[in-house]
């Protein structure tokens, strides 16, 4: 079938939408019609080229939609059916069957080589040529083709627009506090970056009950925005020693931190913030061949601990319904971060949220 979708061609090119040919849905596969697409850092960082996705290639991996047709073999899913399409995973490895997809060992080659698990394509331009399918989604068009296994039905009655970011960027930061650090209530925690991943940790953290929360960012609209969903202290880390002033509000230090801006030197700050076997996750992710300075005698004689987190620890047809479930109850008002962009606009939502002014872009098909 012929479809629109939003072509990285070259790198930095700007996106450009073009009529494409969709496959028809193989076996364990669904055909989806998209609602909507989040705008996620990761997308910009592949139409870059600093992670090397094979060029022309449809990018986007937080997308929304309804079910159009289902292949041989689907049992969870039918049409009609409102969905959010999560990361790439082989379901089949020792990670994924012990419950870690998001550490499948074959996630870098599933996400990010342009290739269905097969092997094969599904999107190929005017000239028949292949293109490269994104996190095994590629939701910046207006169908897709996805592996049922990386589908999350959701319920109906919440704006169907409004759920792809859960797929990736808001369960990251959301799914560090929620499933990989499980702070106590009344806990410490610090945010390092307060774009939609660290404020989707922040609102996590008010939500499971910390009672100190600091958001550090060098931006004061968005620590402003921070205060609103749940901050107790904001710090901007431009002209300060975070440590230091984080040290001036929790004596000691704090019992968690989450590092998500991925800019070399925050990590140090971050496990200089903690006390006495602190934990702080490792989310950002810096340029690679980063080299990241670590006082080791303190990490040991505090006992403290680092810890990288992929996708939020989540699993996500388990996950993402949780999120939604808090969305509900208003302790989890995601909506805040998010602005909604026409597909045809979608080169000035990446401009956005490059410069800042948009914290979450999500794109709508219409």
């Not at 004689?301 to 990288?308: C, D, M, V, Y």
Request: net charge negative.
């Amino acid at each position: 079938m012929q479809i629109k979708a939003a072509v990285t061609n070259s790198k930095s090119e700007d996106f450009k939408i073009e009529t494409i040919q969709l496959d028809e849905p193989k076996a364990g596969e669904v055909l989806i019609r998209l609602v909507a697409s989040g705008v996620c850092h990761t997308d910009m960082v592949a139409q870059d080229q600093e992670y090397p996705v094979p060029l022309p290639a449809v990018l986007g991996h937080e997308g929304s939609g309804v079910v159009e047709k289902v292949g041989v073999g689907v049992t969870t899913l039918e049409p009609g059916d409102h969905v959010v399409m999560g990361f790439a995973h082989c379901g089949k490895c020792n990670q994924c069957l012990s419950g870690h997809p998001f550490v499948c060992e074959r996630f870098f080659e599933l996400n990010f080589v342009g290739k269905m698990e097969d092997g094969s394509c599904r999107h190929h331009n005017h000239a028949n040529e292949d293109l490269s399918i994104f996190f095994g989604q590629s939701s910046f068009g207006t169908y897709t083709v996805v592996n049922e296994r990386n589908v999350v039905k959701v319920d109906k009655d919440v704006d169907l627009a409004l759920l792809g970011p859960l797929g990736c960027g808001i369960q990251t930061g959301s799914g560090s506090v929620l499933n990989r650090l499980k702070p106590e209530s009344g806990s410490s925690i610090v945010v390092f970056g307060a774009g939609a991943v660290g404020l989707s940790a922040l609102m996590a953290a008010k939500a499971i009950g910390c009672g100190t929360i600091i958001a550090v960012d060098v931006h004061d609209n968005r620590l402003e925005l921070a205060k609103e969903l749940g901050a107790t202290h904001t710090i901007n880390g431009r002209n300060v020693n975070v440590p230091e002033e984080v040290k001036k509000i929790i004596a000691g230090g704090a019992n968690y931190a989450v590092e998500t801006a991925g800019v070399p030197g925050i990590l140090r700050q971050a496990v200089d913030s903690l006390g006495i076997r602190g934990v702080v996750c490792q989310i950002g992710a810096p340029p690679l061949g980063t080299d990241e300075k670590i006082d080791v005698n303190d990490l040991l004689l505090a006992n403290k601990t680092i810890t990288g987190v992929v996708e939020g620890d989540s699993i996500p047809r388990i996950f993402i319904p949780q999120l939604i479930s808090l969305y509900k109850e208003g302790k989890f008002p995601f909506d805040k971060l998010v602005k909604f962009y026409n597909f045809e606009d979608i080169n000035q939502a990446v401009a956005d949220s490059k410069n800042g002014s948009t914290i979450k872009p999500i794109i709508k098909m219409g």
